[in-house]
């Protein structure tokens, strides 16, 4: 990859990184609803769903977070995994009260069956420009490591990747069958000899796994089949030593020691993520650039300090906060977005403000009485329902950042009702 915006003049072999700020800092992340969870707030983000999306064991796994966290901070996804992993695992190993308690699987396996409905209501069927340009930038050889679950990068690929991207083998490992909306449209040129690889250590909710074989499909992006073909982000992350995850690990570490150039969008470096840290530690070499795109700066600090030592002496190092700013420094690419028309704004902002008066609707039904907080969120509901009539009737621009930002603080106090 060539960046001479950013006087990186020279063609150098490029790994990417991807982390969840990656897909949280998309083009086509929503302002408001549910947005590309974070690990920090996933819990947040699931209960945002519409309600008629929410299942029985939804509701259920919820009940079960407060009844075991307590109603002050939602855990982390690791957190949740990682402990009630745990439990489960010591109430079936040393179980005293004759069959164990199958409580706890129950709710791991509904937290499974939840992750690819949650991304799919972030970002299902969208693209992001951003990853556009990303992947329209990158050379033949040049290679992403994703440690996201969510398929932006992928969609780009197949959008914009041409005969530099071949989903049959470009995940690391031969994949067995492709759904077609994931073959890339035919490209005039020459099939390239080394094609950009797409490595996702964690997994992906496009890939189906099969128990017996381990052979993977590529399947439509976070359909049920997909639930087992992620690692869940326990602080052991012992899943990788099984087949097609033990293939795409060694792939990395065999990109990262020819990378030249690197550059990590949206990872914080998790102090319990060691396995990545590992993976990053031991074959980053003799780098010539490092570009650290994160809007927390002690998050690219910890990202800079991890990877000093494989830094050349006369390394370049370039901090960006967003994205967006990173894109801004590449080319557009061929599909770009264009943005929304604001009569397309006010009807999304009309679904959020319908979703709202369904979530407290349901808290009203459940509860005997409205108490004075419910009385004034429906207050304010109605009243922005009314600027966005006058948004769609006069297309006030100025307005809609303003609404997004009212409704953001809306879903925040019913979420303090709820979990």
């Given at each position: 990859?060539?960046?001479?915006s950013?006087?990186?003049e020279r063609d150098?072999?490029t ?10 800092g998309?083009s086509c ?6 947005a590309?969870p974070?690990d920090a ?8 769903m519409p309600l008629?999306q929410?299942?029985k064991?939804d509701r259920e796994?919820?009940s ?5 966290f307590g109603l ?8 949740f995994f990682?402990q009630?992993?745990a439990?489960?695992r010591?109430?079936r190993?040393?179980?005293i ?5 199958a409580?706890?699987s129950?709710?791991?396996i ?5 992750v690819p409905r949650?991304?799919e ?5 969208l693209t992001c420009?951003?990853?556009q340009?990303i992947?329209?930038s990158m ?8 440690f996201?679950?969510?398929?932006l990068?992928d969609?780009?690929l197949?959008?914009?990747?041409g005969n530099?991207w ?7 490992f031969?994949?067995?069958s492709?759904?077609t909306?994931?073959?890339?449209a ?13 490595l ?6 496009n890939?189906?796994?099969s128990?017996s ?8 992006e976070?359909s049920?089949?997909?639930v087992?073909?992620i690692?869940?982000?326990?602080w052991?992350?012992?899943?990788v030593r099984d087949?097609?995850?033990?293939d795409?690990?060694?792939a990395a570490?065999?990109v990262?020691g020819?990378a030249?150039?690197?550059?990590v969008?949206?990872y914080s ?5 060691q396995l990545?840290?590992?993976?990053l ?10 570009i650290v795109v994160n809007p927390?700066?002690d998050s690219?600090?910890?990202t ?10 006369n ?5 960006l906060s ?9 080319p557009?690419s061929?599909l770009?977005?264009p943005?929304?028309d604001l009569?397309?704004?006010?009807a999304?902002?009309?679904k959020q403000i319908?979703?709202l008066?369904?979530?407290?609707a349901?808290i009203?039904q459940?509860q005997s ?5 419910q009385?004034n969120?429906?207050?304010d509901?109605h009243?922005?329902i009314q600027r966005?009539e006058?948004i769609?009737?006069?297309?006030v621009?100025g307005?809609?950042?303003q609404?997004?930002?009212?409704i953001?603080?809306?879903d ?7 979990l």
């Amino acid at each position: 990859m060539r960046l001479p915006s950013l006087g990186l003049e020279r063609d150098l072999n490029t790994v990417v990184i991807l982390g969840a700020g990656a897909s949280r800092g998309s083009s086509c992340a929503r302002k408001i609803g549910v947005a590309p969870p974070l690990d920090a707030d996933f819990f947040a983000q699931a209960q945002r769903m519409p309600l008629s999306q929410q299942t029985k064991s939804d509701r259920e796994l919820f009940s079960f977070i407060r009844s075991e966290f307590g109603l002050g901070d939602l855990p982390t996804l690791e957190v949740f995994f990682t402990q009630v992993s745990a439990i489960d695992r010591f109430h079936r190993d040393f179980n005293i009260r004759g069959r164990p308690s199958a409580r706890f699987s129950r709710h791991l396996i509904a937290l499974r069956k939840l992750v690819p409905r949650v991304f799919e209501e972030a970002v299902g069927g969208l693209t992001c420009c951003w990853h556009q340009r990303i992947v329209s930038s990158m050379r033949s050889g040049d290679a992403l490591v994703s440690f996201n679950y969510d398929t932006l990068i992928d969609r780009a690929l197949k959008d914009v990747g041409g005969n530099r991207w071949d989903p049959s083998f470009g995940y690391g490992f031969n994949i067995d069958s492709v759904e077609t909306s994931w073959i890339p449209a035919p490209h005039p040129g020459p099939t390239v000899l080394n094609p950009i690889l797409l490595l996702k250590p964690h997994g992906s909710l496009n890939w189906m796994i099969s128990d017996s074989t381990r052979e993977v499909q590529l399947v439509e992006e976070y359909s049920e089949s997909t639930v087992e073909s992620i690692v869940p982000p326990t602080w052991d992350k012992l899943d990788v030593r099984d087949r097609p995850w033990s293939d795409v690990w060694r792939a990395a570490r065999f990109v990262l020691g020819r990378a030249r150039l690197a550059i990590v969008i949206g990872y914080s470096v998790p102090i319990t993520d060691q396995l990545s840290q590992a993976l990053l530690r031991a074959d980053l070499t003799k780098m010539d650039a490092l570009i650290v795109v994160n809007p927390d700066q002690d998050s690219r600090r910890r990202t800079v300090g991890l990877m000093a030592s494989a830094l050349d002496s006369n390394a370049v190092v370039i901090e960006l906060s967003t994205l967006e700013e990173f894109a801004s420094y590449l080319p557009t690419s061929k599909l770009e977005v264009p943005a929304l028309d604001l009569r397309a704004v006010a009807a999304d902002l009309s679904k959020q403000i319908n979703r709202l008066a369904a979530r407290l609707a349901a808290i009203n039904q459940a509860q005997s009485s409205v108490d004075r907080d419910q009385e004034n969120i429906r207050d304010d509901i109605h009243d922005i329902i009314q600027r966005v009539e006058a948004i769609e009737e006069s297309e006030v621009e100025g307005e809609i950042e303003q609404l997004r930002n009212e409704i953001n603080s809306l879903d925040s106090r019913i979420d303090s009702l709820t979990l």
